[in-house]
C-alpha cells in the first residue's frame, strides 16, 4: 500500500505565474488535507476536501488559492499569482473515515524568484 | 480556538540518554493526539496517536501519554542514539476527521 504521494517534490516559480500541487492520498482513505509549513514556522492548516466536496477551506487565503478533490484522480492545490511569500512547503495528508489518524506526504517545496 | 504548545523548542542529549518532551494544549476538548517525527527537507512520519479515550501508547522504544484533564502530553524516548535526532511535532484534533492544529515542534539532536 502506497503512501500518501505528492508531486512535484520541488517547484519553482517567478512571480505572477501559477503554481499547481498534485496530492494522491493513500489507497481507501477519502479524506484530504493540505497543510503549509513557512520557514521557521509549524504546520498550518488550510484546507479539508473530501471527494468533490471541500469541507472546511478556513486556513486558505480568499485570493489566489483554490483547491479541488474530483471524482477521479488526484487533489490539486492551486496557487495563482504567485508571490514571495507564497514560499513555503506545502504537505498534504490522508486518512480513512473514523479518528484513525493522518498520514502525510512528503511534501511540495515551491520556491518563488 | 486550540493551542499546541511544545516546549523545550530545542533539546541536545548524550547518546543513551532518556528523555521526556512536552506537548500542552488550551482546549480539552480534544478527540485525538498525534506524534510526529520531521527529519530536515523531509515529510513527516506519523509515531503515536493516541485517542481521547486512552491514557498512552507504546511503540519500540517510544511512549506518549495523553491527559485531557491537565492539557498536556508527553513523549518519552528510552535510550536516545543519534538516529532519533529530528523534530518532533504534536498535533491534536478536535474531532475525528478535522484538521491538525500543530505545535511548533521541539529540535532533538542526540550526540554520539
Known amino acids: 500500500n502506497a503512501g500518501v504521494m505528492q508531486n512535484p517534490r520541488h517547484l519553482v516559480r517567478r512571480r505572477g505565474q501559477e503554481a499547481r500541487l498534485r496530492c494522491s492520498p493513500m489507497?481507501?482513505?477519502?479524506?484530504v488535507y493540505w497543510y503549509r509549513q513557512l520557514p521557521e514556522e509549524g504546520l498550518k492548516f488550510m484546507v479539508y476536501?473530501?471527494?468533490?466536496?471541500?469541507?472546511?477551506e478556513s486556513g486558505m487565503p480568499k485570493e489566489r488559492f483554490s483547491a479541488e478533490f474530483p471524482k477521479e484522480g488526484p487533489s490539486i492545490l492551486r496557487i495563482q499569482q504567485v508571490v514571495r511569500g507564497d514560499s513555503a512547503a506545502y504537505f498534504c495528508?490522508?486518512?480513512?473515515?473514523?479518528?484513525?489518524?493522518?498520514?502525510f506526504g512528503p511534501g511540495t517545496r515551491l520556491t518563488v524568484t | 480556538k486550540q493551542e499546541v504548545t511544545q516546549i523545550p523548542a530545542a533539546l541536545s542529549v548524550p547518546e543513551g540518554e532518556n528523555l521526556v518532551l512536552n506537548c500542552s494544549f488550551t482546549d480539552s476538548a480534544i478527540y485525538n493526539l498525534q506524534w510526529f517525527r520531521q527529519d530536515p527537507g523531509k515529510g513527516l512520519t506519523s509515531l503515536l496517536l493516541i485517542q481521547s479515550s486512552q491514557r498512552e501508547q507504546t511503540s519500540g522504544r517510544l511512549n506518549a501519554s495523553l491527559d485531557k484533564s491537565s492539557g498536556r502530553s508527553t513523549l518519552y524516548i528510552a535510550a536516545s542514539q543519534p538516529g532519533d535526532s529530528a523534530t518532533y511535532l504534536c498535533a491534536g484534533a478536535r474531532e475525528g476527521n478535522t484538521p491538525l492544529v500543530f505545535g511548533k515542534g521541539t529540535r532533538l539532536s542526540v550526540i554520539a
Open positions: 495528508a490522508s486518512s480513512p473515515s473514523g479518528a484513525w489518524g493522518q498520514y
Open positions: 476536501l473530501q471527494k468533490e466536496n471541500i469541507i472546511d
Open positions: 489507497k481507501g482513505h477519502s479524506h
